[in-house]
């Protein structure tokens, strides 16, 4: 069974930093990229960025200079570093693992809440 286990969550005031972890585990499949959503109460959820096998990375406008996504595939984790963080980004924050033949995965969320 394919588990997805995110921490790294938190309090923390405008302008500081985080960094996200997250772990897959009963991954049978090729993992093909993982990546990270989030979503604001009252709002969709939406894309954040994501990192492929090759490393190759994306990144949502909103948050490009300021997160960094990494990954060690060897041990199935992916990172999720986040500097300058603005009010805007206190959301839920989801991992999601994409496999072969776009089979999907979702960690359960840890929140991240930024404010004075």
């Known amino acids: 069974q394919v588990q997805l286990v995110e921490s790294g969550g938190g309090l923390v005031q405008p302008g500081g930093s985080l960094r996200l972890s997250c772990a897959a585990s009963?991954?049978?499949?090729?993992?093909?990229?993982m990546g990270w959503y989030r979503q604001a109460p009252g709002k969709q959820r939406e894309f954040v960025t994501i990192i492929g096998s090759g490393g190759s990375t994306r990144y949502a406008d909103s948050v490009k200079g300021r997160f960094i996504i990494s990954r060690d595939f060897s041990k199935n984790t992916v990172y999720l570093q986040m500097n300058s963080l603005k009010p805007e980004d206190t959301a839920v924050y989801y991992c999601?693992?994409?496999?072969?033949?776009?089979?999907?995965?979702w960690g359960q969320g840890t929140q991240v809440t930024v404010s004075l």
């Open positions: 999601k693992a994409d496999l072969a033949g776009g089979v999907g995965y």
């Open positions: 009963g991954i049978m499949l090729r993992l093909n990229a």
